[in-house]
């Protein structure tokens, strides 16, 4: 296995603006009304007659709706411009669970209908008075469920996130995908599967995450490529009160000093010493995952549930080396699949000095990873964007905005139990969705 050498920028990613291999497109940024992350959205009260047609059926009474997504227009292809969102935005409800089933008055309050999300909250012990909290994203994803074929699976939810940003690296962009959510609403479940460390579940077709499921397509497509030769890469690290340790390397992760980011002039942050694994075939990338989550399991046992309160982010880079084109020429790309730490507010109460650390190192980089995405979609000329104000941001540099293709998958949980949480998750999803970048089409 080849370990990075020492002080090695190993992150030879394509520079912003330098679109790979396609060459006749550019892409500028235009301005988005200006949002700030958590700004209250306006609440029009609705007569219930004058709702959305697709709003499920109210009490009588009085319903309040508050309309939360700020929708882009998009121009028609007739000017010249294609205005097409590298930034998706999708939301997957998981089914309630065991806990949720038993607790006395935990009701669903998720209403789906096509990409339209409905939060019902009712007001009141007679229950005549709801609010719904509408709001709009690109894929909104229900549970798999036995009995209701169309809820989304596993293969459903990599078809739709996963699948682009394979098409992505394989066009020599950057490409990014991150789960955010409240602990417990089913990033980890979306990201790896239903038992991250188990080779059976790893594979399974039902359980299989957008992880190994992008690692296997990714060599499946290796193998048909016709007059050219790739390379693969891969790295995992976990970012645990904004130190960073490796999750690949020969001894525990925790037990070593953690790793420093340095900024190299031309390819941009690195990780100094973060040990980086060629591999050969989705066999050799599957055992590397199942280290490194046996590594982050290992840990977060010591550490008391720390996975949830740590990002995890698995890197892999791929060259490809086009014989047809032009001797020599290359194409190199970095996929980054990250599972961010739990993102709900802990309480004040018995909280000990560690965990007030965890969470201010987890507000911080969620919050500076909102106003990277705020400052993104602001859209002023030299807007400032504050990528190093977190380790997170500044090591996601190259994959958040500019031509790299950016997903993001928010979890929920249905019951109303997490109101709040949830709440707060479809909100900060909501904001990611009003980045667009805009595609002029040379003539
Ligand atoms: P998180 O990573 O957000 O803390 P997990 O992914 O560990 O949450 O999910 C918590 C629990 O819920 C796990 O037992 C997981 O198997 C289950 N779960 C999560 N999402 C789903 C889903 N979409 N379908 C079925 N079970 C799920």
């Known amino acids: 296995m080849a370990l990075s050498a020492p002080g090695t920028p190993r992150n030879v990613s394509m520079k912003k603006g330098t679109p790979g291999m396609v060459d006749k497109i550019t892409r500028t940024v235009i301005r988005t009304p200006k949002t700030q992350f958590s700004t209250p959205r306006p609440i029009c009260m609705t007569p219930k ?24 227009k998009r121009r028609s292809s007739k000017d010249k411009f294609d205005e097409i969102s590298n930034l998706t935005v999708a ?5 309630m669970n065991s806990r949720e089933l038993a607790c006395i008055g935990a009701v669903d309050i998720v209403k789906v209908c096509d990409d339209q999300l409905i939060i019902r909250t009712q007001i009141g012990s007679n229950g005549n008075m709801s609010t719904d909290h509408v709001f709009h994203y690109d894929h909104v994803f229900w549970s798999c469920d036995e ?38 609403s089913g990033k980890s479940y979306s990201m790896m599967g239903k038992n991250m460390c188990e080779i059976i579940d790893i594979d399974s077709q039902q359980f299989t995450g957008i992880t190994p499921r992008f690692c296997r ?12 030769a790739a390379s693969v890469e891969v790295s995992y690290f976990e970012i645990y009160n904004e130190k960073i ?35 050969k075939s989705y066999k050799e990338l599957r055992n590397w995952l199942l280290i490194g989550n046996k590594n982050r399991a290992t840990a977060a ?12 982010i698995f890197s892999i880079e791929l060259c490809l080396s086009e014989g047809l084109i032009e001797e020599g020429s290359s194409r190199r790309s970095r ?15 018995h909280n000990t000095e560690e965990k007030i650390r965890e969470g201010v190192c987890i507000n911080k980089s969620l919050l500076t990873l909102g106003k990277v995405i705020s400052a993104l979609s602001d859209q002023k000329k030299n807007q400032f964007v504050p990528y190093r104000d977190s380790v997170l941001t ?46 002029r089409v040379n003539e």
């Open 49 to 72: 007659s004058k709702r959305l047609n697709s709003l499920p059926d109210t009490p009588e009474c009085f319903s309040a709706v508050a309309v939360e997504t700020p929708i882009a």
């Open 91 to 95: 939301v997957r409800i998981r089914p």
């Open 147 to 184: 009995l209701n074929p169309k809820y989304a699976t596993q293969e459903d939810i990599f078809r739709t996130l996963g699948d682009p940003l394979l098409d992505s690296a394989f066009r020599g962009y950057n490409a990014c995908l991150f789960a955010y959510g409240q602990t417990g």
């Open 217 to 228: 397509n990714l060599f499946d497509r290796i193998s048909k490529l016709e007059n050219s």
């Open 245 to 279: 340790h490796d999750l690949l390397a020969n001894s525990n992760a925790m037990n070593r000093a953690p790793l420093k980011v340095r900024e190299h002039p031309e390819l941009g942050p690195y990780i100094v010493d973060l040990s980086v694994h060629v591999v």
């Open 301 to 312: 046992t010591v550490m008391n549930e720390k996975s949830s309160r740590s990002h995890s």
């Open 335 to 349: 996929v980054s699949l990250v599972d961010l730490a739990g993102s709900e507010r802990l309480g004040n109460s």
């Open 394 to 439: 500044w090591l996601l540099r190259e994959s958040l905005g500019g031509n790299s293709l950016t997903s993001m998958l928010a979890t929920i949980s249905p019951a109303n139990t997490h109101l709040d949480e949830t709440l707060a998750t479809l909100r900060y999803a909501c904001q990611a969705r009003s980045i667009i970048n805009r595609a």
